[in-house]
């Protein structure tokens, strides 16, 4: 049973960061042939790509946040990060993790993602 758990969340003032990462188990094939995402929710708002990493090592970033955020995958640890910097009160959502095995642009879309995590939160204040 795939399971995926997010930590690193919490509260910052804008301009800080934040580091996520994602710690995934159960995978049936190695962690190498898994494309993984980050991805964030706001209430009342569609979920968003934010980042993801395909399992032939290609990345995507949403474009509101290139050059501020980082995707890394680490296949001996089976995880996954996310680095946050220069952060802004938009960027405020609660932030998942995903896995799949699609390849291409479609790594920043969630239909294409099978196993989700629960959620950690990300606070930017003002």
């Known amino acids: 049973q795939v399971q995926l758990v997010e930590s690193g969340g919490g509260s910052v003032q804008a301009g800080g960061s934040l580091r996520l990462s994602c710690a995934a188990s159960g995978f049936t094939y190695s962690y190498s042939a898994v494309s993984m995402g980050w991805f964030r929710q706001v209430p009342g708002k569609e979920r968003e790509g934010v980042a993801a990493v395909g399992r032939d090592g290609s990345i995507i970033y949403a474009d509101s946040v290139k050059g501020r955020f980082s995707i890394s995958k680490d296949n001996a640890k089976t995880s996954l990060y996310l680095q946050m910097s220069s952060l802004k009160p938009e960027d405020t959502a609660m932030y998942y993790c995903?896995?799949?095995?699609?390849?291409?642009?479609?790594?920043?879309?969630?239909?294409?993602?099978?196993?989700w995590g629960q959620g950690t939160q990300v606070t930017v204040s003002s």
């Open positions: 995903a896995a799949g095995r699609s390849i291409g642009r479609a790594i920043l879309m969630e239909y294409v993602y099978a196993y």
